[in-house]
């Protein structure tokens, strides 16, 4: 029975993508908590599975360049934190800036805020954060919406441009559009006369 439990759960894990992540909980069809856990701390020392942080694994990548392990993607991981506790949350800060490609500076601390209690992971040289809130933002809009305007609080009302403008309306579908208008009224009013002049005639 215990072969069968591994063998399934390397077959899923041979068939995800390479930046996947995986937790106990993802398995559990094929077996009680405690068995799947041991599985994966098995496949860990074995090597067929990389340990990111406590709980959190993805399918083992080694650079051709390198030799060496292929590190998780910071953000990938906050999103996985994320699910596995079941919480909703916004980057925030230049990390914002960066997802929306109004930044090319790579963050060394990913802040989040999030419906969850406040968390800090670190992840190699990296920082990860979750700082709860119970904003309107947060509990109310869609991620694209909440994304969008952690990243104009971020530039601030005198950093928003011509080219800030085109940059984020080139990203956005005439659908989505219509969503953030309409979700998000209730916000600071400049940030809102600010979605609406990306969203004209995008």
């Known amino acids: 029975m215990q072969q069968s439990i591994t063998s399934q759960i390397k077959n899923e894990i041979s068939n995800t993508s390479n930046n996947n992540l995986f937790t106990v909980k993802d398995f559990l069809k094929y077996g009680s908590y405690d068995t799947v856990k041991r599985i ?3 496949l860990n020392k074995e090597e ?3 340990r990111v942080i406590d709980g959190i694994y993805t399918k083992t990548r080694v650079s051709k360049l390198t030799n060496e392990i292929v590190p998780t993607n910071p953000h990938t991981l906050a999103l996985k934190i994320a699910d596995n506790f ?3 949350i916004i980057p925030t800060g230049n990390h ?3 997802l929306l ?3 090319e500076q790579v963050p060394t601390s990913y802040e989040y805020l999030s419906t969850g209690p406040y968390r800090t992971y670190e992840y190699g040289n990296t920082i990860i954060k979750f700082k709860n809130t119970r904003s309107v933002e947060i509990n109310e ?3 694209k919406s909440s994304l969008l305007i952690s990243a104009i609080r971020t530039l601030g009302k005198d950093n928003i441009n011509d080219e800030v403008i085109h940059k984020i309306k080139n990203q956005l579908s005439v659908n989505e559009c219509d969503l953030i208008l309409k979700e998000s009224v209730k916000i600071t009013n400049w940030i809102y006369e600010v979605l609406k002049e990306i969203c004209i005639n995008a």
């Open 101 to 103: 490609g109004l930044s």
């Open 96 to 98: 914002a800036l960066n």
């Open 141 to 143: 809009l869609n991620d």
């Open 86 to 88: 079941s919480w909703k």
């Open 40 to 42: 994966l701390i098995r």
């Open 48 to 50: 067929y599975i990389t």
